[in-house]
């Protein structure tokens, strides 16, 4: 069957937040940012606003009935400012009025003196300064120091990549609707609906059973609406609730892309020992991550930074070591990878440097050190089912790597004026929050009596298919048609204490406990059917809607069965809760269990540059996925495609700007580019493992949102070892996004411009 | 304009719209008709989720066009047919909507409807109706979420399925609702345009300009709100692309995408369909307007670089006044800032028709090489006697105030041997012609070697004899 989604989408009758119906008297806020990185608030006078027609409120700091504080892991963020700003775009004031025009009109009438202090935007500065904001992570194995004397070869040097805007095509948006006995229903695009409840909670003073926070759909999020969903939720909240009427707040393009946070940008130092064959000894790293004005995520993300430090290779002696640095700018959040990405572009950074140095294919490097069974990786735990080897394996045979270099070969040797390259891009990535807590799910199933079904998770659906893959799980576990079950909204009503819609869970989490809850349905359906067909229950099952009798389809089918089980008197609502099983993290030590499963694969991808001027096309990705036994090929290639390009985006084109004063200077579509429909390669394919069944996640399936999106780093070597076969490069610097400005840098032997970045 | 509204039919329903002539058909959709499946993404026309078919009477039928509703202000509105995706969403799916769903094209479904039409443009204009002609009418949609790879297999999957002659494309419409591809309420519709009472769709004279406003709305749409707008488009008296003697015509106000299919421009300069490509995405093309492209001086206009080195002469007019001529290279006289009075109008761009053997040449590097504004372009042209250049004109944008006519390094070469020697000496000429400023689209350094480059891409392309070892050898 079709997913509804996909139909309703087509048919333009998928509401999104600005979309959905606004109660009469709904009135719109817009929210006024700091214009400064940091300083000290002199004056704040809303009255001017305050006089303009329309308006019914300016709300600041001093109007917060509860705490002024959003901040989830650390509270150490201000919903509206308070004495001090920290970043240009943080909110200082919201002002309420009819319209969206009147508000924004007003806002830019609000007198804002501040008093400049000094701001820091580079990590590693932040770093010197002592402004971190938590104390350094290190994650270590073997003897690093001892390891270094028995290398043959080490290279060492620097690893910088960018931030990356989430680009969500629906910007950040709620809508508050008052209800009656003081309740507040919000609306807001979100991952996180707990989290939006808990925050409005505490900013309001509130319990949060007063809260009811719903969604629908996200128009896009990849982390993005993860924690930065919150303040605009829980702004649109405050006025809803200090006006008794219905508050909107929609942001903008470009306030949007101006106050949100995005990928954390890194700088890192890293060190690389090998012995005489190849084999990797010992890697070290120091991570600098611009973790942004506030924690947000930042700790998390460094934590997975760490995890992922040697990608899907085996190193025994590691040590790494991470920095969130506090910066004068917009938090940095979550975006798919986690800090994943960055881990991975420096440890291939490292393979590429080791290569080039020593005259080697960097893919031999890889190959020899990939993963194996049972190795460990760098905090202890071990990789079962590895697929490393496997996927890199099939990549090589089946889409033709040695016929794919000697033609790159001969191209390269008849072409002086474009060069072609080519990178293989192992990938391991390990799923679960690693956050243990949040490793939890709840789903509430009602099964009414005309035999349809009402389904209710913590899963967010945003595009992922999350909606498709878990009402496939409970057709298959209640042996119905999908027609019969409507995939609910997220509702914190339906479900309490949600996890976020984040880490590539959602299905393992959400559909376990769908899956469990509609076991126990089941099961009851299954014992009420016995006792009306007079048989023992362990002979029944359900399937094609109707009870079978060791394996024969018996007359009672589903509409009879729920008929009879509920004049029985048997319930037929099941909640269910599962957490994942043998998770286990020891931060302090940097040891334990803290995945589930990793996820591996092996992507080959091909780019020419054209030497004359200095550009970059990625002319094919071709991937090995390890995608367990896919629940949903069409949802799963999409989702690895997606992710993939993402990718290669945040590798090439993707490049944030600021002025030296940390105002966004691309803050626009016209300034900020992603891939466009010209610029992804027309030959992308996506295989899947074959026979990759995954006992550690529902249905034997693989998580698949994150994963492949770490692909698009071989676009970097790949464009790398293009320009090389022109020239060659200094194997201690590596930046990212190789944007054509840095391409042209590189082809022209500038170091500068391998290294510089646009705040520097 | 009409006091009492501008008339025009929304979908199957003759409609007035109160809103301000100078609002943007966005608003006009999602606010005061309560259309909301028309998405706003990003109010500039650079994700195409606001897309709508815009349809006008031509000659016994329809012309549509898919454009950017952000951008396009109410006034046009007025005698048309405006088609958003409610009025394209039928009982059924269409075929359009079935390849989406079943090739898993749409994620999270923001940007779909837009998807669906811009692909029903596709098939409403589009001369060929083949997998790479639907890619390009819909290259001004963004999506965030596929990658693409599945939005191509879902036209792939449209175009095998369409059984279906292109046709001419006055009445492509009549065939696409008999063919069931579009819903009934497209056929008979000139008639009904025709019977639609509206005021004369006649200019208000007094009003602001407005050509094609691809940039004007993007930049100044707050104020244009309030605005008595001149839709320059309702000016239009000839053909977009004309020859008098030995001059080709641009009629100032066509649109981009009409300069771009003309077969006379593709027939006296090579790759121009390909170089008009790069200017914009479809939906902006649609609109845009090379007079528009020019007046706004943009130091780093596309059609201004491209102008400048065909020698190009403008018309400029004042209602009820004999034409001036001005050489474009002498149009531009600082940032912003061109010789064209208060009251007047571009009307006309000549360019002269290239003699035999003659070369041109388009060059534009940007972050992204498709629907995005350039760094630094260049355009080159000259013409080839006895193994020499002739006469040569080279230009640039992004490395002055001005789109820049570089009269020296132009100079320079007439007479030059086509040889790697002048290619590298006209790169070092052009690149100490210029003076580029550090902004978001890159370093003044790297504009400055960036046209140094360009220049001698120019030469790689026109003259494909070229050593280009040696080339090689002298970037390396």
């Known amino acids: ?760 | 304009m009409s006091e009492g509204g501008i008339r025009l039919i929304l979908n199957g329903e003759a409609v007035t719209a109160s809103m301000a002539p100078g609002g943007v058909v966005l608003d006009f959709l999602r606010r005061e008709r309560g259309l909301r499946g028309t998405k706003e993404g990003c109010r500039e026309g650079d994700c195409g989720a606001c897309t709508v078919l815009l349809g006008e009477r031509a000659g016994s039928g329809m012309r549509y066009r898919a454009v950017a509703s952000c951008l396009l202000p109410v006034a046009e509105l007025a005698g048309r047919h405006l088609v958003s995706i409610e009025g394209l969403d039928g009982e059924r799916l269409s075929a359009i909507q079935r390849a989406i769903v079943e090739e898993g094209a749409t994620q999270c479904g923001f940007c779909t409807p837009g998807l669906v039409v811009a692909l029903t443009g596709f098939l409403l204009t589009s001369p060929g109706l083949g997998e790479e002609d639907a890619m390009e009418a819909i290259d001004g949609n963004i999506c965030r979420c596929t990658g693409y790879a599945s939005i191509r297999r879902a036209v792939r999957r449209l175009v095998d399925g369409l059984e279906l002659e292109p046709g001419a494309l006055e009445t492509r419409h009549e065939a696409l609702a008999a063919a069931g591809l579009l819903p009934p309420l497209f056929a008979g519709i000139a008639a009904r345009l025709d019977a639609l009472e509206h005021a004369p769709a006649s200019a208000d004279a007094g009003g602001i300009p407005v050509a094609g406003g691809t940039d004007l709305f993007v930049v100044e749409a707050a104020r244009l709100r309030k605005e008595r707008l001149r839709l320059l488009s309702r000016e239009r008296r000839g053909e977009p692309v004309s020859e008098e003697g030995n001059l080709i015509v641009l009629d100032a106000a066509s649109t981009m995408e009409e300069l771009r299919q003309s077969p006379l421009l593709e027939a006296c300069f090579p790759s121009w369909r390909r170089f008009l490509g790069l200017h914009s995405s479809t939906l902006i093309r649609n609109r845009a307007t090379p007079a528009g492209n020019i007046a706004h001086a943009s130091p780093i206009g596309d059609m201004s670089v491209v102008l400048l080195a065909l020698d190009a002469r403008l018309q400029i007019g004042r209602d009820g006044e004999r034409a001036r001529t001005v050489a474009l290279d002498r149009f531009f006289l600082g940032y912003k800032e061109t010789d064209l009075a208060p009251g007047e109008l571009i009307t006309r761009i000549l360019v002269p028709r290239p003699a035999p053997a003659s070369r041109f040449n388009f060059e534009k590097v940007s972050r992204r090489q498709h629907l995005d504004i350039a760094s630094v372009n260049t355009a080159f042209s000259c013409t080839v006697e006895d193994g020499a250049i002739g006469t040569a004109r080279l230009s640039a944008g992004g490395v002055a105030p001005i789109p820049l006519y570089l009269a020296e390094s132009s100079a320079w070469l007439s007479g030059r041997p086509v040889s790697v020697a002048t290619a590298l000496g006209a790169a070092e000429r052009a690149a100490a012609e210029i003076t580029p400023i550090s902004d978001v689209r890159g370093s003044a350094d790297y504009k400055r070697r960036l046209l140094r480059r360009l220049v001698l891409a120019h030469f790689v392309t026109c003259f494909p004899g070229l050593p280009q070892e040696e080339i090689a050898h002298a970037i390396a």
């Open chain 1, 1 to 760: 069957m079709p997913s509804p989604d996909a139909v309703a989408h087509v048919r333009a009758r998928s509401p999104f937040v600005d979309d959905l119906p606004e109660p009469e008297g709904t009135l719109h806020g817009a929210v006024l940012p700091s214009p400064v990185a940091h300083g000290r608030i002199l004056r704040l006078d809303t009255a001017p606003a305050l006089a303009m027609p329309g308006v019914a409120a300016v709300l600041t700091a001093a109007d917060v009935p509860g705490e002024n504080q959003i901040g989830g892991i650390v509270q150490d963020e201000a919903l509206l400012a308070q004495g001090e700003v920290h970043h240009v775009g943080q909110p200082v004031a919201l002002v309420v009025a009819a319209t969206p025009r009147q508000a924004r009109a007003a806002r830019d009438l609000i007198a804002l003196e501040i008093e400049e202090l000094e701001a820091v935007f580079d990590p590693r500065r932040a770093a010197e300064r002592g402004k971190l904001i938590a104390p350094a992570r290190t994650i270590a194995c073997g003897d690093v120091d001892e390891a270094w004397a028995r290398c043959a070869t080490i290279v060492e040097g620097r690893a910088d990549s960018g931030a990356q805007e989430h680009l969500y095509l629906e910007t950040q948006a709620c809508l508050a609707v008052p209800e009656a006995r003081g309740r507040l229903h919000l609306f807001p695009a979100t991952q996180s609906p707990s989290g939006v409840q808990r925050i409005t909670a505490r900013v309001l003073g509130l319990q949060m059973h007063d809260i009811e926070v719903e969604v629908q759909r996200l128009g896009g999020a990849f982390g993005g609406k993860e924690d930065q969903a919150t303040p605009w939720a829980v702004m649109a909240a405050l006025a809803a609730h200090r006006l008794a009427r219905p508050v909107k707040i929609v942001l903008g393009r470009g306030e949007d892309m101006r106050m949100t946070g995005k990928r954390h940008p890194y700088s890192t130092d890293f060190r690389l020992g090998l012995d005489g064959e190849g084999r990797f000894l010992a890697f070290e790293a120091t991570y600098y991550q611009s973790s942004g004005a506030a924690a947000d995520l930042s700790t998390a993300i460094l934590q997975r930074t760490l995890f992922h430090a040697t990608n899907a290779y085996f190193v025994p002696n590691v040590r790494v070591t991470g920095f969130c640095c506090r910066t004068n700018l917009p938090p940095f959040t979550a975006f798919r990878g986690f800090g994943g990405p960055q881990a991975m572009f420096v440890m291939e950074s490292a393979i590429a440097a080791a290569a080039e140095r020593l005259g080697r294919p960097a893919r031999e490097l890889q190959e020899l050190n990939l993963l194996r069974e049972n190795d460990p990786l760098p905090y202890g735990m071990r990789v079962r089912r590895a697929n490393a080897r496997r996927s890199f394996a099939e990549a090589v045979e089946r889409f033709g790597l040695g016929r794919r270099l000697r033609e790159i070969e001969e191209h390269n040797a008849a072409s002086p004026l474009l060069k072609r390259g080519l990178a293989l891009m192992p990938v391991c990535f390990g799923i679960s929050f690693t956050n243990a807590s949040l490793n939890q799910a709840g789903a509430l199933v009602h099964i009414y009596t005309d035999g349809s079904v009402s389904l209710s998770t913590a899963a967010v659906e945003m595009g992922q298919g999350v909606a498709t893959k878990i009402r496939r799980i409970a057709a298959g576990a209640l042996g119905i048609s999908e027609r019969r079950i409507r995939v609910e909204s997220t509702s914190t009503s339906r479900v309490a204490n949600m996890s976020p819609t984040a880490a590539s869970t959602a299905t393992d989490l959400n559909g376990m406990a769908a899956l469990l809850a509609c076991r126990m349905l089941a099961s009851r359906l299954r014992t009420s059917a016995a006792e009306l067909l007079d048989v023992r229950a362990e002979d029944l099952e359900l399937r094609g809607e109707r009870v079978l009798l060791s394996g024969e389809v018996t007359d009672l089918g589903w509409n009879e069965l729920v008929a009879a089980t509920w004049k029985r008197r048997v319930d037929l609502t099941a909640h269910a809760f599962y957490s994942t099983p043998n998770l286990h993290f020891d931060p302090e030590e940097g040891r334990g269990r803290p995945f589930a499963y990793h996820v591996f694969g092996t992507a080959m991808v091909e780019a020419t540059v054209d030497l004359l001027r200095g550009t970059a096309t990625v002319d094919a990705v071709h991937v090995v996925h390890d995608a367990g036994r896919s629940l949903d090929p069409l949802v799963d290639r999409g989702q690895a495609e997606g992710g993939i390009v993402q990718g290669l985006g945040w590798m090439t084109m993707e490049d944030l700007v600021h002025a030296e004063d940390g105002r966004l200077l691309s803050d626009s579509l016209a300034t900020y580019k992603i891939p466009d429909l010209h610029f992804t390669p027309t030959a992308l394919e996506v295989v899947f493992l074959e026979d990759a069944a995954n006992p550690a996640a529902v249905l034997q399936t693989k998580a698949i949102g994150e994963p492949p999106f770490m692909y698009g780093i071989g676009a970097f070597f790949a464009i790398r070892n293009a320009i090389c076969a022109a020239r060659p490069l200094a194997v201690d610097r590596f930046v990212a996004p190789l944007t054509n400005e840095r391409i042209l840098g590189m082809l022209d032997g500038k170091r500068e411009e391998q290294g510089a970045r646009s705040e520097e």
